[in-house]
């Protein structure tokens, strides 16, 4: 009996030098090189794990994380992307979005986390992902929502949504166990409604960057 492929999975996406694609086993050496060399960049806003930081970073503990999102993707759960920039002719992992939490039926929403690499902070590199993720999510992958939350004290990430006009909608009092403690959050929200007209937030996206130059 062949298995139901989850809406909108798996999929490759790509503007300019950026490119989603799902993981592979082959990334285990990227991937553990980059969180390792972030720790001050990234261990802020993450949750709280036990462990020394680069053992919790290591390929071994890549290859546990690609079976559990792999296993997310396949029961429509998630949506797991690497983030790569593709640049003379080589492809460099530099970050992670992931779609999770998904819920469908009445609901269709779902949460996006993603982190980069502070090598290559300030390029564009996240609100163009963010910008392709979205709007796969709201095509193909048939959800009506998506959700971001944000630790206040984490202005870059907060800039990210708000350039691409994510809502601020919410605050959430003691959400998260991050770095060590029970911290707040604002709720960011948008709807495939709110991007429709323009043709997707990609399009808006490029829009706004064009008007910056």
């Known amino acids: 009996m062949r298995l139901r492929r989850a809406p909108g999975w798996p999929v490759v996406l790509a503007d300019g030098p950026v490119l989603l694609r799902p993981y592979r086993r082959s990334d285990a050496a990227a991937w553990s090189e980059v969180r390792r060399a972030n720790r001050d960049w990234l261990a802020p806003w993450e949750s709280s794990l036990a462990g ?9 503990t890549f290859r546990w994380m690609h079976r559990d999102q792999r ?47 502070r090598r290559v902070a300030g390029r564009g590199v996240i609100p163009t992902a963010l910008a392709l993720a979205v709007d796969h999510a709201f095509g193909p992958g048939g959800l009506h ?36 403690a029970w911290r707040d959050h604002i709720g960011y929200a948008m709807t495939s409604e709110e991007v429709a007209a323009e043709g997707g937030l990609l399009a808006r996206w490029h829009r706004l960057r064009a008007a910056a130059r």
């Open 145 to 180: 929502r998506v959700e971001v939350n944000i630790r206040p004290e984490n202005r870059p990430s907060r800039r990210v949504v708000e350039k691409l006009g994510f809502r601020e909608e919410a605050y959430h009092a003691r959400y998260m166990h991050i770095d060590g």
């Open 52 to 60: 020394d930081w680069a053992e919790l970073n290591s390929p071994a």
């Open 71 to 117: 296993r997310s993707a396949r029961t429509g759960e998630g949506m797991p992307f690497a983030v790569c920039l593709c640049e003379g002719g080589a492809e460099r992992f530099v970050g992670h979005l992931n779609v999770g939490n998904i819920v469908r039926r009445a609901f269709c929403s779902g949460y996006v986390g993603y982190w980069v690499d």
